[in-house]
């Protein structure tokens, strides 16, 4: 038996009232973000798809016409089985395209160095140039399990799911991980860059607008993933003044024995404030070498540089095979820092 087709009409017209009320529940921040990087790379997807769509649209306009002019019931079509070549159109086919690649290759390779997160900036938005003597902020970013903390060297303050920055100021971003790898995003102000344990990756970018944004892990990192989300808070100068001092009157000091304890996973975290923060706690996250008596990376990788094992025989420091114990690995850095000592008074 056939189906009805008599509220064909009203579920369509449900569904594209429910898709106009959906297009309302973002602001598309991607293509409207607060932040100049932001906006570059959003100037660029919008340049990129323009281009393409000069090939597609067209394409789509006579697949529709060709249809519709060579259908069986048109007899008054012209028919040509013989027809094979076309110089013209041949031109047409293959130049046009090959326009669009080279267009869209050079704009990529441009805009690829120009974005570089590494890169510094070379201006605070479209209309405002970078004054050469504004200092950028410095903010050090560890991704843990399941919690972004934050960094603030030159405040001596950190925190834990809340970020902020004054507004037009550069801010350069330094990042690593505890454990797993994450990926710090914050759609109004840049593109996602990963965060990884031993490493360091950065980030170069400034918040154009006041106001209170969303910050997001962008790359799945366990059980705890849907919940590291952060605030980030576009301030004026006074406001983030404000904003760093009640966090030296509320925080709590940082040091190794606290990070320890907060490094544990936790998800839903709420938001933390630290006053002061140990210095150099950044670098012994970075190098992996928080717990008391455990060798740093950079020290490790100073050893492997040097000749390795045969380097530390040479100075006379006879250690067993496993010379990355907690046992030794004091007298293992105090030599390598007695190394570097002597060799920049060399250098004097």
Same mark, same amino acid.
């Given at each position: ?6 509220t ?17 529940? %973002?602001?598309?921040?991607v ?34 016409l ?19 070549? %076309? ?21 990529t ?18 209309? #405002? ?14 991704a ?25 100021r ?13 990926a ?51 301030? %004026? ?38 006053s ?5 706690l ?30 530390? #025989? #040479? ?23 007695q ?10």
């Amino acid at each position: 038996m056939p189906k009805s087709t008599e509220t064909r009409g009203p579920v369509w017209l449900a569904a594209a009232a429910l898709l106009a009320t959906l297009t309302g529940c %973002s602001k598309a921040v991607v293509l409207n973000p607060a932040g100049d990087v932001a906006a570059q790379s959003g100037d660029l997807v919008v340049t990129a798809t323009l281009l393409m769509l000069i090939i597609i649209v067209p394409v789509i306009l006579l697949t529709l016409l060709f249809a519709w002019k060579y259908r069986q019931t048109n007899a008054e079509a012209e028919y040509d089985p013989e027809w094979h070549h %076309s110089t013209a159109l041949e031109l047409v086919i293959w130049s046009v395209p090959l326009i669009i690649i080279i267009a869209l290759g050079a704009l990529t390779w441009i805009s690829t160095h120009k974005l570089d997160p590494y890169r510094p900036l070379d201006r605070i938005s479209a209309s #405002k140039p970078l004054d050469p003597n504004v200092k950028p902020l410095e903010v050090q970013v560890v991704a843990l399990d399941w919690k972004w903390m934050f960094i603030y060297p030159e405040q001596g303050i950190a925190t834990v799911n809340e970020l902020a920055a004054p507004v037009d100021r550069p801010i350069r971003f330094k990042l690593t991980a505890s454990h797993t790898m994450s990926a710090f995003y914050v759609p109004d102000l840049a593109g996602m860059i990963y965060a990884m344990p031993g490493m360091q990756t950065e980030l170069n970018a400034v918040i154009n607008q006041e106001g209170v944004f969303k910050g997001l892990n962008s790359h799945y990192s366990g059980a705890g993933f849907s919940g590291m989300t952060f605030k980030f808070h576009g301030l %004026s100068n006074e406001g983030f003044d404000a904003w760093v001092q009640k966090a030296k009157d509320e925080g709590q000091e940082l040091n190794r024995v606290s990070y320890l304890d907060l490094v544990k996973p936790s998800e839903r975290h709420p938001v933390t404030r630290f006053s002061p923060v140990q210095e150099g706690l950044y670098d012994r996250v970075l190098n992996m070498c928080v717990e008391e008596g455990k060798m740093c990376m950079h020290h490790m990788m100073a050893i492997d540089a040097a000749g390795g094992a045969a380097y530390m #025989k #040479k100075v006379g420091l006879n250690l067993p095979d496993d010379v990355c114990s907690v046992e030794n690995a004091d007298r293992v850095v105090a030599l390598l820092d007695q190394r570097d000592s002597q060799g920049a008074v060399a250098q004097q």
